[in-house]
C-alpha cells in the first residue's frame, strides 16, 4: 500500500508559512490589550496569592457571595464577593491592621476605586463592573502588595 501525504489547500499552506516566518501582522485589539494590561503592572510589588478559604461554619451557602483570600509574606488580604444587579461588591480586610493612612485600591481593567482603611483594616467597594480585578494595598514606608488577578462573574 502506498501512502500519501496528506494534501493541503493553497491558502492553508500560504497561513501557514506567514506564522512561520513571522510575517503575519498582530491583529489590532491584541496589540491595544496588550498594551492596555502591561500599563497594569506595579514595579516593586509583591503579590499576594490566593490560598484555600474554609467554608464558615454555621453559615448557609450562598450562591451569590464568594469568600477569597490572598496572602503575602506580611500581610493578608480577605475580600467578600457579592454579585447583584449584574455588579460586583467586595468587602475586605487586611490583617494584620496596617497602620494608619493605609489605602487599598481595587482595579478593574477599566476603573480604579481607593478607600482608606477603617481602623479594624476593613474596607468595601460596590457597583463595580464583573470581570478581572486586583486589590492593591499601599502601606506608608512599605512596598506595595496586590492581589494576583481573580475573574469575578455576576
Do not use: K
Not at 146 to 153: G, Y
Amino acid at each position: 500500500m502506498t501512502r500519501h501525504p496528506p494534501t493541503i489547500d493553497d491558502e492553508s499552506l500560504i497561513a501557514a508559512l506567514r506564522l512561520a516566518a513571522g510575517h503575519d501582522p498582530v491583529p489590532a485589539h491584541v496589540s491595544d490589550a496588550a498594551r492596555a494590561v502591561f500599563g497594569l503592572r506595579l514595579p516593586g510589588a509583591a503579590t499576594a496569592r490566593p490560598v484555600a478559604t474554609p467554608a464558615p461554619s454555621g453559615v448557609r451557602s450562598s450562591e451569590e457571595t464568594r469568600l477569597l483570600r490572598f496572602a503575602a509574606a506580611e500581610l493578608t488580604v480577605e475580600l467578600e464577593v457579592t454579585s447583584l444587579d449584574g455588579l460586583v461588591d467586595l468587602a475586605g480586610q487586611v490583617s494584620p491592621c496596617p497602620e494608619a493612612g493605609t489605602l487599598v485600591e481595587i482595579r478593574t481593567l477599566h476603573l480604579t476605586q481607593s478607600r482608606e482603611l477603617s481602623p479594624t483594616g476593613q474596607f468595601a467597594v460596590t457597583g463595580l463592573p464583573p470581570g478581572w480585578f486586583s486589590v492593591v494595598c499601599h502601606r506608608p514606608e512599605h512596598a506595595p502588595v496586590a492581589t494576583s488577578w481573580t475573574r469575578i462573574r455576576p
